[in-house]
């Protein structure tokens, strides 16, 4: 049953076996999950050892760095950490299929032709720089994602997507997401995944580096009865359907890809009128946790091990914010045949996260979260004819990492006509380069937005991170009288 189809289109190759993997996957978490929690914890841990003796196994980068390991099953608090930095600099050690290389899968993703298609024919790649900052590169085969297409399934189910989908499928069954279309990002990945596995919806994707309102004109064109998108998109899109001008009457909606703020999830559901499901994912496993109406997320604690811990690497007390998170994807040690591409165990995630204390009121038994994740803003900008523009940051930000090839870096408002860039020291040249493609690439931007009187200025000083959390916030709003970095810069 394994996928050896090597040309065969995306849509062809998925649609058969992934949909049959789905099903089978499904059947197995319903089982675990309904023989209560001493279940899924002994699943948890059996699961947990059996990826440790593949990675040992299969990675030279893990062989070396369990050296010190005893060869019996162990607890996890044994095992080291791993950074995104350390695994990034060894990538041809860290995966455990020796015909994948970083020289080959960057070549493949310079291609923006591959997009959707399969890397070495079996392959689904995506890049992402994550909360810390950091690039990193995916390699993800066909069988781990058809266990996160089960889990998605299992959660729309809950919430009886099954018995709406026969109102979706008498009003046209089209769903829209809205995202940074045409680049290989995890969430184009899922989507076309979801969509793929769902046999009765029509999809189709708008690109968040439109203008607000041809998005909106867009999508009262097509009608969607599923509205998926990041929460910031979900959010500007609730103000656009409060105030008359966005039109459409979704069933259901779906957020992930950034943390959702608290009460943004409850504004999104009033303004459509509709249930909001919001994931919480990440490039090392997209599926973590999905959130419930009492406004928790709970951990897929049979697939993901979540340990909240201090700087030090100490675990965090339950009730209480950690430092970071370090996440362990045991999503495809289900099967012998399948390939843990990139083993992620003990990764140091970054996400500072509050684990529930007690029972959630929801009912639902596995461990509940809550996520303080990037968080960046979203502006308001003011156009030469007096109106008010908002950005998305994530349009921002993918605009500067595209044109100019940097991840550390910060866009600050200090006007509502004014931008500010900040990056990371480099060489004087490179320092040029960077700064001219970076403020191009905005000027133009922000032109297609009716903003081309906006100033965008650079400010000599490095990106400053937040006090409270040590994180980098790459879009912030410092207006006078802000107290998040004092006075503006002026030149
Ligand atoms: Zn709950």
Excluded at 201 to 223: C, H, K, T, W
Excluded at 322 to 351: C, E, F, K, M, W
Excluded at 465 to 481: F, H, I, P, Q, Y
Aim: proline share 6%; with cysteine; hydrophobic share 40%.
């Amino acid at each position: 049953m394994a996928n050896t189809a090597h040309t065969t289109p995306w849509e062809q190759v998925s649609s058969a076996i992934a949909y049959w993997n789905s099903l089978s996957r499904l059947s197995e978490i319903w089982w675990t999950r309904s023989a209560g929690k001493e279940s899924v914890d002994a699943v948890r841990h059996r699961r947990f050892n059996a990826l440790l003796r593949f990675a040992r196994n299969r990675s030279p980068f893990h062989r070396e760095a369990y050296g010190g390991l005893p060869e019996r099953d162990v607890d996890p608090r044994e095992v080291p950490v791993i950074t995104k930095p350390a695994l990034m600099a060894r990538f041809d050690d860290w995966v455990t299929d020796p015909e994948i290389n970083l020289a080959g899968v960057t070549t493949f993703i310079a291609d923006r032709q591959h997009i959707g298609e399969r890397y070495l024919g079996r392959y689904v790649v995506w890049k992402s720089s994550g909360s810390t900052g950091e690039p990193g590169i995916y390699v993800q085969d066909g069988n781990a994602l058809a266990t996160f297409d089960a889990l998605m399934a299992v959660h729309l189910d809950r919430v009886r997507l099954a018995a709406q989908s026969w109102d979706m499928l008498a009003r046209g069954g089209r769903a829209a997401l809205v995202a940074a279309t045409g680049d290989h990002f995890a969430s184009i990945a899922s989507w076309q995944r979801v969509c793929q596995s769902s046999p009765w919806i029509a999809a189709r994707g708008f690109s968040i580096m439109d203008p607000l309102p041809r998005i909106v004109a867009e999508l009262n064109d097509y009608q969607p009865v599923f509205l998926a998108g990041y929460p910031t998109m979900l959010a500007l899109l609730a103000e656009e359907q409060e105030a008359g001008r966005l039109r459409i009457e979704p069933l259901r909606l779906w957020s992930g890809g950034e943390c959702l703020v608290p009460g943004a999830g409850a504004a999104i559901e009033r303004a459509f009128g509709c249930p909001l499901t919001n994931e919480y994912g990440a490039s090392e496993c997209l599926s973590i946790a999905f959130g419930c109406r009492e406004g928790w997320l709970h951990i897929n604690a049979d697939w993901v091990l979540l340990e909240p811990v201090d700087r030090d690497y100490a675990p965090t007390p339950l009730g209480e914010a950690s430092h970071t998170v370090l996440l362990s994807n045991l999503a495809n040690r289900v099967q012998p045949i399948i390939h843990r591409v990139q083993p992620i165990i003990r990764y140091d995630v970054g996400d500072s996260i509050i684990a529930k204390p007690e029972p959630c009121a929801c009912g639902n038994p596995l461990p509940a979260i809550q996520v303080e994740g990037r968080r960046d803003e979203v502006l308001s900008m003011r156009a030469p004819d007096g109106r008010l523009i908002r950005l998305l940051p994530l349009a921002l930000t993918t605009i500067v990492e595209e044109a100019a090839h940097v991840h550390r870096f910060q866009i600050i408002q200090t006007a509502a006509d004014r931008l500010m860039l900040r990056f990371e020291p480099v060489g004087n040249d490179d320092r040029h380069a960077v700064w001219h493609a970076a403020a191009g690439a905005l000027r133009d931007y922000l032109a297609q937005q009716s903003l081309p009187n906006v100033h965008v200025g650079l400010d000599k000083h490095s990106p400053l991170t937040d006090r409270r959390s040590g994180k980098l916030r790459e879009v912030v709003v410092a207006m006078e009288r802000s107290s998040v970095f004092g006075a503006s810069h002026r030149h």
